[in-house]
């Protein structure tokens, strides 16, 4: 290799080694091995139940889905120190006073034996000490099945 070669080689080196690469780092934000901080605000989205089963066997099945903030079997003060955020869903129907708490995160909430008429289920995201973030209700009819055809 020449000198003009090897030089131009070696400073080709010095270049890229000097170079930071910020496209190839990962935010630390970006792992959940590390803690997040100032964690974007939790948000639930809740869908109207699915018209098909709700139809033909008067099944509700309420899609949902949440953003920086999952859904695991975490309760008690200690598991609000999780990064990401995480917590469980609480939920409740027709304004009763009395509701459950889904630590499944499965996507979906499935209620069956509903009886026939107007209905609301209201989903709301709560912290492992059950402190309510947000909610979404969905209104929706369950028909009445002919339980002949069953």
């Given at each position: ?49 699915l018209p098909g089963p709700l139809a033909s066997r008067a099944v509700v099945i309420i899609p949902y889905r949440t953003e920086n903030f999952r859904i ?79």
């Amino acid at each position: 290799m020449t000198v003009i070669a090897r030089a131009l080689a070696t400073a080709g080196l010095l270049f890229a080694a000097s170079t930071p690469v910020y496209a190839q780092t990962p935010h630390p934000a970006a792992t959940q091995f590390l803690p997040i901080k100032d964690e974007p605000a939790p948000q639930l989205f809740v869908d109207q139940p699915l018209p098909g089963p709700l139809a033909s066997r008067a099944v509700v099945i309420i899609p949902y889905r949440t953003e920086n903030f999952r859904i695991l079997p975490i309760f008690g003060a200690s598991a609000s120190d999780v990064s990401p955020r995480a917590g469980h869903l609480h939920v409740s129907i027709d304004d009763l006073p009395w509701r459950w708490a889904d630590a499944g995160g499965t996507g979906a909430v499935v209620l069956t034996g509903l009886p026939p008429g107007e209905h609301k289920v209201l989903i709301e995201i709560a912290t492992p000490e059950h402190e309510v973030l947000g909610g979404k209700a969905v209104k929706f009819t369950v028909p009445a099945i002919d339980s002949a055809h069953h």
